[in-house]
């Protein structure tokens, strides 16, 4: 069945860095693109970035522009997110989704069970 | 603000039918499919719905669908455990990015 399980979350401090995980499984990783949504506590869903599914081409939320990268590794099938510059409004639980299979635009069908990240000096 | 528009909160009896909508604009829900996201006490998303289709083990009293740049969510014969709050989203071409709605809370009485 399709697994996606994300980590690397934590406490880090304003400024400094993660790198978010998710181990893909269940499906073939180079037919889907993949996604990074996050929700801040008490918030609603706040989409991140995509990666098409080669890897190609990658999108990214105007708020986290320049800052967040997203890439994946084909040979262990897992999908990062490198997050810097950390801020205050970054805290939150960061969710893997797969979206339906075909283009980057289509909708999501599976989610991660999520990791947190918590900016707080 | 969040680019799609969904009503703040919804709610319905046992049995009752009800109505989510997501509104946006040319540039996503009236160019892209849409897809329908319940989560429950603030814990993982589940997918019930991309467009009209229903994904596997989603009850058949869940239905999509769209007109022009609004989409719906319609539950028939709504449960107990459908309280939950909805969001929808979609692809905005113009933006390059992926659209969320402000989510729905819906609550069964």
């Known amino acids: 069945q399709v697994q996606l399980v994300e980590s690397g979350g934590g406490v880090v401090q304003p400024g400094r860095s993660l790198r978010l995980s998710c181990a893909a499984s269940g499906f073939t990783f180079s037919n889907y693109a993949l996604h990074w949504v996050r929700q801040a506590p008490g918030k609603g869903l706040e989409w991140v970035a995509a990666s098409a599914y080669d890897g190609g081409t990658q999108s990214y939320a105007d708020s986290v522009k320049g800052r967040f990268t997203i890439s994946r590794d084909f040979s262990t099938n897992t999908l990062f997110l490198q997050v810097n510059s950390l801020r205050a409004e970054d805290t939150g639980v960061y969710y893997c989704?797969?979206?339906?299979?075909?283009?980057?635009?289509?909708?999501?069908?599976?989610w991660g069970q999520g990791t947190l990240v918590t900016v707080s000096s | 603000q969040s680019a799609l528009t969904q009503e703040a909160a919804v709610s319905g009896t046992v049995g009752q039918k009800v109505t989510l909508s997501c509104t946006g604009n040319s540039n996503n829900i009236g160019s892209y499919v849409v897809g329908w996201y319940q989560q429950i006490s603030r814990g993982v998303p589940k997918t019930v719905m991309f467009?009209?289709s229903l994904p596997s083990g989603i009850p058949d009293r869940f239905s999509g669908s769209k007109s022009g740049t609004t989409a719906s969510l319609t539950i028939s014969g709504l449960q107990p455990e459908d309280e939950a709050d909805y969001y929808c989203?979609?692809?905005?071409?113009?933006?390059?990015?992926?659209?969320f709605g402000g989510g729905t809370k819906l609550t069964v009485l």
């Open positions: 467009g009209n």
């Open positions: 989704a797969r979206v339906m299979v075909g283009a980057i635009s289509r909708p999501f069908d599976y």
């Open positions: 989203s979609t692809w905005d071409y113009s933006l390059s990015a992926v659209v």
